[in-house]
């Protein structure tokens, strides 16, 4: 389903590529520096997760990503190609046409901005009716249908949100997002507010369908672990940049950075020796002035003079990258 | 022994129209004194009821809370003995006062001393809680500090009245990863100062982290309990399998959770039984708990 458009320098299989992007918030104290020089790709079928702590430019992104940055935010400079086209400066006209059919989101928290007066599929239908000519029965089948895909009954369509708990209101705002059989997915916090058992039921059901149906996902999520046991490859953001990527395994077996080595040794282990975990001394940087070096150096039990002076590239290693001067000097110590 | 005890404790709220909720279905354990026991379940699984029963923010239906052989609502100086740490850390200190005011009043009241006195104490606290040095802290508000401050700040009111039973309810499920470790690490500590922790959390890794024992409680009930490297190792009743097996563990593969919410549930019977893959006729008339081995008991018709 993902056929590229322009197709220029878009390798076999990727959807949707990030280059370069810069994004700034303009407030009256200052331009804040929320995204900065972030790239990425993804293939079709492929999962991929964004891990960081609050503030480090993970929903920013997928703003971006979407085309939904709306003012104080600007996108500075870079691109967001979707098969190759790129959605950075379209009108919103042009982008009304992308999102939602080629690329949809579910924003942070969507399953509690449901309209509480209409019914759950009628909310889908509308959605699809916005986009493509029908009848509105046939968009309330297809709801019918969309629902029994995510894991609910046909019945729900006709069920308020309040009468759903917070898994199934979640289940039907991911099969809105699904409803035009998008060719990226992009979940903020999908799972947050849910039940770990939920949370589990709800991404054994994204990565079935992602089997099936062939689409791209980025899921976004705090919880390094979750990431760790259920997507294939994992960005790692710090401060509003990419510190560190590689497949899920790969973070697992080998953390390349100091701070995906601290964000890892802060959430505790349900199995496995019981030992104190230290937390990650400090504060994230204040992205209004940002450290002129590594973003995370002043936090870091690493950094060297360099480390403060320059940010560090992004250095590539096969299929895992590092933005850090000393990750190998800090590995034996892992 | 000091300890705080629930004996069979219900809780049943009254709504509109004469509808009514059990929150808290005859619950029972005890919390002995320099012990740490996490309570673990779900959302509407009735932990904060339980929080809320044992600071007696709330008076059971049925049943009795007790303090060392008293029943709670007998107890003249409860807050002195037994302090609650609050979910949400933005709403839990009065935004008029400074953190000062609100962490010292209680003392001069409780101590019957001067506002000076009270004042080096709250500072104490302020230090024990790692806001250091604390006599800037004394003077903001909480609206000047970040969550993880805040949080530290109402535990700073808390222990400063040298309570022996602390109960957390959810104290890291609004900070991020890195903040809430620092409080997990902060109730260790205050733990090994001989104070007793009931630690309610959704998350059983955290649990593992800073109790011994866990209770598993589902829809008002308490379905398993037991030391909690056995529970999480050897988990007896369905519903704690399955916890344990969606709770993430980068060591272990992805096991994806079963669908189905709990809808309804059948009036006498085990309250899991409508999510339960292993339900037969028998869960119409739920056992009570069976203690399986030292100290792991579990409530399931598949352990008669």
Redesign the interface.
Known sequence: MATPRAGEGLERGETLRVQGLDVDYVTEEGVVAAVRDMAFSLRAGEIVGIAG??GCGKSTLAHAVCGLLRPPARIRRGRVELGGQDLVGLSERAMRSIRWERIAIVPQSAMNNLSPVLRVGDQIADAMLAHRPGTRAEAREKARGLLQMV?MSRRHVASYPHEL????RQRAVIAMALALNPEVLVLDEPTTAL???????????I??LRDQFGFAVLLIT?????L???VDRILVMYGGGLVESGSADGI?RRPRHPYTR??LG???????P?A?????RG?PPNLLRPPAGCAFAPRCPLAGEACRRQRPPLAVQGDAAAACWRWEAGEGEG | MLELVFDQVTKTFRGPNGTTATAVDGVSFHLAEGESVALVGESGSGKSTVARLATRLERPTAGTVSLEGMPLQAVADLPYRVQMIFQDPFSSLNSVHTVGYSIQRPIAVKERISSPKARLKACQALQRVGLTPPEPFMEKRVVQLSGGQRQRANIARAIALSPRFMIADEPTSMLDVSVGLGILNLLVDLRAEEMALLFITHNLAAARYVADRVIVLYRGTIVESGAIDDVIQRPLHPYTQDLVAATPDPALPFVGGRLGDPETVEVGWCPFAPRCTRRTARCETPILRRVVESGHSVRCTLYE
């Open positions: 702590e609050s894991g708990s917070g898994g199934m039940d770990v058992i939920v949370q589990a039921a709800i991404l054994g059901t990565r079935d705090h919880d390094l672990p979750l760790l046991q259920t697992w601290a964000l802060a959430f505790p282990p349900l199995t496995g019981r104190r975990l230290e937390a990650i504060m």
